[in-house]
């Protein structure tokens, strides 16, 4: 019973546990609730009776709003459906839109294909019109450019087989035959153009042919063997125009050359003066009947030559004006200047092929007779020339007008450049062993004068000329060059030359005055090398020795005493000379005899060096160097004077002072 009352009661309820708390009976508390419950059960009915007919009122809004609700769904349900088919129509709509416009893209896309092809094949009879009937001017070629777009479209493959391609390609096929006729004869007038008198080529290129290079490669492109034609005459008509100018302008300037040095300027030939051609025989005989100078052997102004090579060509007109007060012009001078004409006019017409023709594969059949005239030209002179310098000169131009060409690509001009270079140095070692074989084969007959020798004054020029001048394509090869030069003048000079004087004396002056020449000209002209100081060691070795010759003409027993003498003075003892050892009489004598005739010994002595030597410069030097040497054995002399007589000769009367002999010596030094 327990247990079903508390599992009736709650006895965790607050009310319950306070009942308990109290000590309530739970059966009477029980009865009082279930009492309590009763009433307000009854109040509840009561207040539901009260409000039923609010009740029943709000039951029967709650069915009306109810089959208004139903209503509404209805109404929703019939909206919804409309919605979907909205919704399917919409999308039916869009699919449409898309449809259409593809189709639409499609339709313009095949307009416009169809436009181009329908513009491409259609010839317009203004097009026709004007292809056949109007002439070949700048407006012809825009009609010629339209023609070959039409040409080039109905030949496409993709184009090509088409109906109405068929339909136009004898049309198409007719026009391109007329055009091609009329752009034939055409070019074909203005190639022949280039031929006529005072024509300039290169204006005529430039402002008429360029022009119209498109119909050249509109025959190029449909007409291949019409533009074949047209680049054969064009060669052929270039080919003979420049070889014509070449040889007309090589012709005035072969007439305005002058030869310096022919076969009788080698240096070993004979020297031919004014006087001595003035003779019966002379009129019969094939030597020179005046001296042609140095000319074939100096330099000169023909070194600025090399300075030149980016300047115009010569132009012989000019220089005929000029020439009437002048020599003329040497061949160096005309090969740099057709050269410059050939690299000129080569690069002009180089650069034409390339942008009429579109490339220069006929460029050697244009200019190649030009270039082996211009070979022709050349070993021509060197067949018959004599001048090395002019040689050496074009040998140093080479390699600057080469540089020239680099940036110009022309294979033909070099190889010119190259042959010629090879030519140029053959003739020019031919000439230089000739000129070798000429010392060699000098066999002088009689003494030459003393004065300076023709031959080394030829040598001297030469070789400066030569010095002065450095091709690097043979400078390896000159120095053998220069020694077999140098070695054979030695050999004329000193074995052949000198000999042929009686007196070592003569002989001595005869190399000075030679060797002076040499060495004081290679100076002058900035050309100091292995000659200046081989030629400056030799003269100063002959230098000495004519010193010594000259003082032995008067004082030469002096001279010998000095030498003979002074070994026996050294070989005694320490102290005072042994006498016996030493010639007092042959001392005395010479002590009078210098002192009686030292002023006139000196007198005789300067005029001989001014006879032996001309030039003011060496004839100063010399004698110093004689009246020095000659101060310097008098010297030596009272010397031994001094030893052999420590207290005072018994002659010293007869002593002429140093200081005087020193004073007379500047006097005459000064007054040379």
Not at 63 to 90: K, N, Y
Not at 574 to 583: E, I
Not at 618 to 635: A, R, S
Request: charged share 25%.
């Amino acid at each position: 019973m327990a247990d079903e009352l508390d599992d009736e009661l709650d006895v965790h309820d607050p009310a319950v546990m306070e009942a308990l708390s109290k000590g309530t009976d739970l059966r009477k508390y029980a009865l009082e609730v279930e009492a309590a419950l009763r009433s307000v059960e009854r109040e509840s009915i009561q207040d539901y009776i009260g409000e039923s007919e609010s009740l029943a009122g709000l039951h029967t809004q709650i069915r009306s709003c109810d089959t208004v609700l139903d209503s509404m769904e209805s109404m929703l349900r019939g909206f919804q459906t409309d919605l979907a088919s909205i919704s399917a129509q919409i999308k039916y709509l869009q699919d449409e839109s898309l449809s259409m416009n593809v189709k639409l893209r499609n339709r313009k896309a095949a307009e416009s294909q169809l436009s181009s092809f329908i513009q491409h094949i259609v010839v317009p009879p203004d097009l026709i019109s004007a292809i056949c009937e109007s002439d070949v001017n700048e407006a012809y070629l825009d009609y010629v450019v339209e023609l070959n777009k039409k040409v080039t479209f109905a030949k496409d493959e993709k184009t090509a087989m088409t109906s109405a391609c068929a339909d136009m390609a004898p049309e198409l096929d007719k026009l391109r035959t007329k055009s091609v006729q009329k752009i034939r004869d055409f070019l074909v007038q203005r190639v022949a153009s280039l031929r006529k008198r005072m024509t300039n080529i290169q204006i005529l290129q430039q402002s008429v042919l360029l022009k119209y290079k498109g119909l050249f490669h509109f025959l190029t492109e449909h007409a291949p063997e019409v533009a074949a034609e047209i680049r054969d005459m064009y060669t052929t008509t270039m080919s003979a125009i420049y070889l014509k100018h070449v040889k007309g302008y090589l012709s005035e300037l072969m007439r305005l050359r002058i030869d310096p040095a022919t076969k009788s300027d080698l240096l070993g030939t004979e020297e031919w003066s004014v006087s001595s051609s003035l003779t019966a025989g002379s009129l019969f005989s094939s030597k020179p009947t005046t001296a042609r100078g140095d000319g074939a052997y100096k330099l000169g102004e023909r070194g600025a030559v090399l300075e030149s090579v980016g300047e115009p060509p010569l132009i012989p007109a000019v220089l005929q004006q000029q020439s009437k007060g002048s020599e003329g012009v040497h061949y160096e001078a005309i090969f740099r200047s057709f050269a410059a004409l050939l690299m000129d006019t080569a690069s002009c017409e180089h650069s034409f092929m390339l942008e009429f023709f579109g490339d220069a594969d006929s460029f050697d059949q244009i200019f190649g007779k030009a270039i082996f005239h211009c070979m022709e030209n050349l070993e021509a002179y060197l067949i018959a020339t004599w001048d090395a310098l002019g040689c050496v000169l074009i040998l140093e131009l080479l390699p600057k007008l080469t540089a020239v060409m680099t940036d110009k690509q022309l294979p033909l001009l070099t190889s010119f450049f190259q042959r010629a270079q090879s030519l140029v140095w053959s003739r020019f070692k031919v000439i230089m062993e000739s000129h070798v074989a000429s010392l060699a084969a000098v066999v002088p007959k009689v003494a030459p004068e003393i004065h300076p020798h023709y031959i080394a004054r030829r040598y001297a020029e030469l070789a400066a000329s030569l010095r002065r001048l450095h091709p690097p394509a043979v400078e390896s090869h000159m120095g053998a060059i220069h020694r077999a030069l140098r070695v054979e003048l030695d050999k004329l000079l000193q074995e052949r030359l000198a000999r042929l004087h009686a007196s070592r004396k003569a002989q001595a002056a005869f190399l000075v005055n030679s060797y002076e020449l040499i060495t004081s000209t290679l100076a002058e002209r900035g050309a100091r090398a292995e000659e200046s100081a081989h030629f400056e060691q030799l003269l100063d070795s002959v230098k000495a020795v004519f010193v010594e010759e000259e003082l032995a003409v008067d004082y030469a027993p002096m001279i010998a005493y000095v030498k003979q003498t002074e070994p026996l003075m050294m070989s005694g003892g320490g102290g005072a000379a042994d006498l016996s050892r030493v010639d007092v009489g042959g001392m005395e004598h010479l002590l009078r005899v210098f002192y009686d005739t030292w002023r006139g010994g000196i007198e005789a002595i300067n005029r001989d060096v001014i006879k032996s030597f001309a030039n003011f410069h060496l004839g100063q030097d010399i004698l110093k160097q004689v009246l020095t040497q000659l101060l310097l054995y008098y010297t030596r002399f009272l010397d031994i004077v001094k030893s052999a007589y420590p207290q005072g000769a018994p002659f010293a009367q007869f002593i002429l002072s140093i200081p005087t002999l020193m004073n007379e010596i500047r006097t005459f030094s000064r007054n040379f």
